[in-house]
């Protein structure tokens, strides 16, 4: 499948079905913690980019062979750029009750017509990070003409008029965005878009940039208890019941690792295969060049860059 990845286990949704509406690192932004690269278009101008009537065909089968808790709108790059997310979120609708989560770093919400897009999901989770544009801007390295107010414009209007849960995560960066200042000015205006859930973020797999460093935990404690009830510590989610079930096993595997970098455990529990059998496969897939290694903090995380 070209558009559909997973189910994956999600640290925030369960097991996840990715449906991925835009080209690789097609992007409003290029930031340093991302996870899966460089942005090599960034622009803020939505476009169809990939066939509706594709998507649905193979969202379609995928969901003959799969029980996913949510369907999520992300992949490898900026969903809101797509200008017919509306027909897929609607189309979901049609065809499941499962519910719909849409993953964005929340850029475009202060366009009327990007926001009217997307009032239909279930669950969306935009990124807010840092209410200052300077650091906005080291953060982030948005398109040109983006700032800090224009994002906390959106976010403040996508809540006046979404009905559906805000889960607003931030990621925090060691010595860019936990200062007191910082955290302070965040609080300020999280409390006064009001979310549903502050989940709390920071690097846990190999980011873009060596200067994105990991905020360590006890410092993520003390930010979270400072943020309030509403927050909590986004960490690796349990092995669940469900599990998926692919055709073809280094397929799926690829397909999970050429969006973002996986764990041993994550690649396991998708397969519903043992530590032991999982790490026979990578071993394989390794040896072929299908995949590669990268080690970041203590865990080690696979890579895929080629197209099947």
Same mark, same amino acid.
């Given at each position: 499948?070209s558009?559909i990845?997973?189910p994956?286990?999600?640290?925030?949704?369960?097991l996840s079905?990715?449906?991925?509406?835009?080209?690789?690192?097609?992007?409003? %932004?290029?930031?340093?913690?991302?996870?899966v690269?460089?942005?090599?278009?960034?622009?803020?101008?939505a476009?169809?980019?990939?066939?509706?009537?594709?998507?649905?065909?193979?969202l379609g089968?995928?969901l003959?062979?799969?029980?996913?808790?949510?369907?999520?709108?992300?992949?490898?790059?900026e969903?809101?750029?797509?200008?017919?997310i509306?027909?897929?979120?609607?189309?979901?609708?049609?065809?499941?009750?499962?519910?719909?989560?849409?993953?964005?770093n929340?850029?475009?919400?202060w366009?009327?017509?990007?926001?009217?897009?997307?009032?239909?999901?279930?669950?969306?989770?935009?990124?807010?990070?840092?209410?200052?544009?300077?650091?906005?801007?080291?953060?982030?390295?948005?398109?040109?003409?983006?700032n800090?107010?224009?994002?906390?414009?959106?976010?403040?209007?996508?809540?006046k008029r979404?009905r559906?849960?805000?889960?607003i995560?931030?990621?925090?960066?060691s010595g860019i965005?936990?200062?007191?200042k910082?955290?302070?000015?965040?609080?300020?205006?999280?409390?006064?878009?009001?979310?549903?859930?502050?989940?709390?973020?920071?690097?846990?797999?190999?980011?873009?940039e060596?200067r994105?460093?990991?905020?360590?935990?006890?410092?993520?404690?003390?930010?979270r208890?400072?943020?309030?009830?509403?927050?909590e510590?986004?960490?690796?989610?349990?092995?669940?019941?469900?599990?998926?079930?692919?055709?073809s096993?280094?397929?799926?595997v690829?397909?999970?690792a050429?969006?973002?970098?996986?764990?041993?455990?994550?690649?396991?529990?998708?397969?519903?295969?043992?530590?032991e059998?999982?790490?026979?496969?990578?071993?394989?897939?390794?040896?072929?060049?299908?995949?590669?290694e990268?080690?970041?903090?203590?865990?080690?995380?696979?890579?895929a %860059?080629m197209d099947?």
């Amino acid at each position: 499948m070209s558009y559909i990845f997973g189910p994956l286990p999600s640290r925030r949704l369960g097991l996840s079905l990715g449906v991925d509406l835009i080209p690789s690192k097609t992007c409003t %932004y290029d930031c340093l913690y991302c996870e899966v690269g460089k942005t090599t278009c960034h622009t803020i101008d939505a476009q169809p980019f990939v066939s509706v009537e594709e998507i649905k065909g193979e969202l379609g089968a995928a969901l003959l062979n799969s029980n996913p808790d949510t369907i999520t709108l992300a992949g490898s790059g900026e969903p809101t750029l797509n200008s017919e997310i509306d027909k897929i979120i609607s189309f979901i609708k049609e065809k499941t009750d499962i519910k719909t989560a849409l993953l964005t770093n929340g850029s475009l919400f202060w366009k009327q017509e990007v926001l009217e897009k997307v009032l239909a999901a279930d669950i969306i989770l935009p990124t807010l990070s840092t209410v200052f544009n300077d650091t906005f801007k080291i953060i982030h390295r948005p398109y040109h003409g983006l700032n800090a107010y224009m994002i906390i414009k959106g976010l403040k209007e996508l809540r006046k008029r979404y009905r559906g849960l805000i889960f607003i995560e931030v990621i925090l960066l060691s010595g860019i965005n936990d200062s007191e200042k910082e955290l302070e000015g965040l609080k300020a205006i999280v409390d006064e878009v009001s979310p549903d859930k502050i989940q709390l973020n920071t690097v846990v797999r190999p980011p873009s940039e060596h200067r994105a460093v990991a905020v360590d935990n006890f410092k993520m404690e003390k930010i979270r208890d400072f943020m309030g009830h509403k927050a909590e510590i986004i960490c690796y989610s349990p092995s669940g019941e469900k599990t998926a079930r692919h055709d073809s096993e280094r397929v799926s595997v690829i397909e999970m690792a050429k969006r973002r970098p996986v764990r041993l455990v994550d690649i396991a529990q998708a397969l519903n295969k043992t530590q032991e059998e999982t790490e026979h496969l990578l071993k394989e897939m390794i040896e072929k060049g299908d995949v590669s290694e990268k080690k970041h903090g203590d865990d080690i995380f696979y890579i895929a %860059y080629m197209d099947l």
